[in-house]
């Protein structure tokens, strides 16, 4: 399954060919693929924070850049969600229990990801023509990760390398390239701050990959629980979230970050320890192991919300 994304067969209303799905369904199961929380919380968080840090650290902030930002944003979502589902069905990921369900994906799926990607690519190549050379680099690595996460012919995520792929490009390529949309120039603060959600989303990787451990086993895909284990996983997934509180907390305190940041770290705590205490005894049963996913998925969301507030109001308050 993709990133924070229930079953496909829970969410896909049509099978078949396009032929099988009434125009009128298409806006639907659209929306259904490119679903609202992969675009909040892994897409829309850390551009938000990276503007953030731009506005209450450097002291600038563009409008008119950010929307089209934002927007370039909503279209590489839509061409991660799509080439997911696409090369995931293709590929019998999300049937290897059902082999004789009939494929639910149609082949429009893929031009439908191929066009958000090229629309993402667009809005990369203008702001790259106002704001510099810099830009395009950001477009480009958070592109080449995208498109190859399961689509060949890479597929980083059966290389064992689709979790630090997720890290890095909603991570420090996001937020810097957000900060740079602004400033023009590179940040080490911004970078220390991109560790933040960075390490968090590769927590969420790894967490969401617990319930489908036999499916990716079987299927080749060497994620990082496949790797060391489903046990091992949930103690991975919820270091990799502790360090990244770790470093809001450390930043606050040495006057990197805000100081209010370190609320972020102190709110997001007890929602770590809630999702290992529910992950760590129920592993091994998918249904089960639900509130250890959504302990982590809030434990993010308040850490890395709380986090830009906390940016937002330094540029108030100055």
């Given at each position: 399954?993709?990133?924070?994304?229930?079953?496909?067969?829970?969410?896909?209303?049509?099978?078949?060919?396009?032929?099988?799905?009434?125009?009128?369904?298409?806006?639907?199961?659209?929306?259904?693929?490119?679903?609202?929380?992969?675009?909040?919380?892994?897409?829309?968080?850390?551009?938000?924070?990276?503007?953030?840090?731009?506005?209450?650290?450097?002291?600038?902030?563009?409008?008119?850049?950010?929307?089209?930002?934002?927007l370039g944003i909503l279209f590489?979502?839509?061409?991660?969600?799509?080439?997911?589902?696409?090369?995931?069905?293709?590929?019998?990921?999300?049937?290897?229990?059902?082999?004789?369900?009939?494929?639910?994906?149609?082949?429009?799926?893929?031009?439908?990801?191929?066009?958000?990607?090229?629309?993402?690519?667009?809005?990369?190549?203008?702001?790259?023509?106002?704001?510099g050379w810099p830009v395009m680099?950001?477009?480009?690595?958070?592109?080449?990760?995208?498109?190859?996460?399961?689509?060949?012919?890479?597929?980083?995520?059966?290389?064992?390398?689709?979790?630090?792929?997720?890290?890095?490009?909603?991570?420090?390529?996001?937020?810097?390239?957000?900060?740079?949309?602004?400033?023009?120039?590179?940040?080490?603060?911004?970078?220390?701050?991109?560790?933040?959600?960075?390490?968090?989303?590769?927590?969420?990787?790894?967490?969401?990959?617990?319930?489908?451990?036999?499916?990716?086993?079987?299927?080749?895909?060497?994620?990082?629980?496949?790797?060391?284990?489903?046990?091992?996983?949930?103690?991975?997934?919820?270091?990799?979230?502790?360090?990244?509180?770790?470093?809001?907390?450390?930043?606050?305190?040495?006057?990197?970050?805000?100081?209010?940041?370190?609320?972020?770290?102190?709110?997001?705590?007890?929602?770590?320890?809630?999702?290992?205490?529910?992950?760590?005894?129920?592993?091994?049963?998918p249904m089960r192991f639900v509130?250890?996913?959504?302990?982590?998925?809030?434990?993010?969301?308040?850490?890395?919300?709380?986090?830009?507030?906390?940016?937002?109001?330094?540029?108030?308050?100055?």
């Open positions: 399954m993709s990133l924070l994304q229930a079953p496909p067969h829970s969410a896909h209303p049509a099978a078949g060919t396009a032929a099988s799905i009434p125009l009128a369904q298409v806006p639907m199961l659209m929306f259904s693929m490119v679903r609202y929380r992969f675009f909040l919380f892994a897409g829309l968080l850390p551009y938000l924070m990276g503007s953030a840090w731009a506005y209450g650290m450097e002291g600038a902030f563009k409008p008119g850049i950010f929307w089209l930002g934002l590489s979502v839509v061409g991660v969600e799509t080439f997911n589902e696409y090369f995931d069905s293709r590929l019998g990921t999300d049937r290897v229990f059902n082999p004789s369900d009939e494929d639910p994906i149609p082949d429009w799926v893929l031009y439908a990801g191929v066009a958000g990607f090229a629309c993402a690519f667009a809005c990369g190549a203008t702001l790259a023509w106002v704001g680099l950001y477009t480009l690595l958070g592109g080449l990760a995208a498109v190859f996460y399961v689509g060949p012919p890479i597929r980083w995520v059966y290389r064992g390398l689709g979790e630090t792929m997720i890290a890095l490009s909603y991570g420090p390529w996001m937020t810097l390239g957000s900060v740079h949309l602004h400033t023009g120039r590179f940040s080490w603060g911004a970078l220390l701050a991109s560790l933040v959600p960075g390490f968090l989303i590769m927590g969420l990787a790894v967490v969401n990959a617990v319930p489908d451990f036999y499916q990716d086993r079987l299927v080749g895909k060497r994620n990082l629980v496949v790797r060391l284990g489903r046990r091992n996983g949930v103690i991975l997934y919820n270091s990799l979230a502790g360090v990244a509180l770790s470093i809001l907390a450390a930043g606050a305190a040495f006057g990197v970050f805000p100081a209010y940041a370190a609320i972020g770290a102190v709110a997001a705590l007890p929602l770590l320890v809630m999702s290992y205490r529910a992950g760590i005894v129920s592993y091994e049963e509130p250890a996913v959504k302990w982590i998925v809030l434990c993010y969301v308040v850490a890395t919300s709380i986090f830009t507030v906390s940016l937002l109001a330094k540029g108030l308050l100055a």
